[in-house]
């Protein structure tokens, strides 16, 4: 597994972008698309790069497969993919094999408005193993959040079927994580935390032996150097 996300300069960000998503990012017209395509864009190619340091990030392609998830194409990168997750000013993704499908997903903690919209995707079960985990409900409703969109991006349906399908039966706290179990796909689990009023969530396999990365050391300030590049 590797890692990757935040915001640097816009520079090297833009450096990092193959040709034909530069094209693509000079015809959007909203700032707020360009900038959340920028930083999940080179936010992915940072993570690819710990698996391949020796590729220049703008010679990596990631295009959107036929459910809008993003494909890496690279010769050298042929059988590994990536998950990409972003808010308005953090991006975060994860790179793997194809062999162990994953999904990531971040977001800013929801206001109390927003929060209470998706208590109705949400059921009073779901609620309540998280809250009894310690969570507020605000902190509740955006990690759930997470969760589910975590494992539509690794199942790849992304958010097109009911979010029950996604439900959560099993909510408990492993040392820094809260661990989450689905009612309707136990092969998969779901990591889950706080931090700097953002949840973020990763799904792996249940048969996957190890925890998703030290992503804590990474949020830290001081951890990107000055050209926007992580440490894997």
């Given at each position: 597994?590797?890692?990757?996300?935040?915001?640097?300069?816009?520079?090297?960000?833009?450096?990092?972008?193959?040709?034909?998503?530069?094209?693509?990012?000079?015809?959007?017209?909203?700032?707020?698309?360009?900038?959340?395509?920028?930083?999940?864009r080179?936010?992915a190619?940072?993570?690819?790069?710990?698996?391949a340091s020796?590729?220049?990030?703008?010679?990596?392609?990631?295009?959107?497969?036929?459910?809008?998830?993003?494909?890496?194409?690279?010769?050298?990168?042929?059988n590994?993919?990536?998950?990409?997750a972003?808010?308005?000013?953090?991006?975060?993704?994860?790179?793997?094999?194809e062999?162990?499908?994953?999904?990531?997903?971040?977001?800013?903690?929801?206001s109390?408005?927003?929060a209470?919209l998706?208590?109705?995707?949400?059921?009073?079960?779901?609620l309540?193993r998280?809250?009894?985990?310690?969570?507020?409900?605000?902190?509740?409703?955006t990690?759930?959040?997470?969760a589910?969109?975590?494992?539509?991006?690794?199942?790849?349906?992304?958010?097109?079927?009911?979010?029950?399908?996604?439900?959560?039966?099993?909510?408990?706290?492993?040392?820094?994580?809260?661990?989450a179990g689905?009612?309707?796909?136990?092969?998969y689990?779901?990591?889950?935390?706080?931090?700097?009023?953002?949840?973020?969530?990763?799904?792996l396999?249940?048969?996957?032996?190890?925890?998703?990365?030290?992503?804590?050391?990474?949020?830290?300030?001081?951890?990107?150097?000055?050209d926007?590049?992580?440490?894997?």
């Amino acid at each position: 597994m590797s890692k990757a996300g935040a915001w640097p300069a816009a520079g090297p960000l833009l450096a990092s972008l193959h040709p034909e998503e530069r094209r693509y990012w000079d015809q959007l017209k909203a700032d707020k698309r360009k900038t959340a395509y920028l930083l999940g864009r080179h936010a992915a190619k940072l993570a690819a790069g710990c698996v391949a340091s020796n590729i220049p990030l703008a010679r990596m392609l990631i295009r959107p497969g036929m459910f809008g998830q993003p494909v890496l194409i690279h010769p050298e990168l042929a059988n590994r993919q990536v998950s990409i997750a972003h808010t308005d000013r953090l991006a975060a993704c994860l790179a793997f094999p194809e062999s162990i499908p994953a999904g990531i997903d971040i977001e800013e903690m929801l206001s109390e408005e927003r929060a209470e919209l998706v208590r109705s995707y949400l059921t009073p079960g779901e609620l309540e193993r998280t809250t009894a985990a310690g969570l507020s409900f605000q902190e509740a409703a955006t990690l759930l959040w997470t969760a589910k969109e975590s494992l539509s991006k690794c199942l790849r349906t992304g958010l097109t079927t009911p979010l029950s399908v996604y439900e959560i039966d099993r909510v408990e706290r492993t040392g820094r994580w809260l661990v989450a179990g689905f009612a309707n796909f136990p092969q998969y689990r779901a990591f889950s935390w706080l931090f700097r009023e953002t949840a973020m969530s990763v799904v792996l396999p249940v048969n996957y032996e190890h925890e998703p990365p030290d992503l804590y050391r990474l949020l830290e300030p001081g951890w990107m150097d000055r050209d926007g590049e992580s440490s894997c």
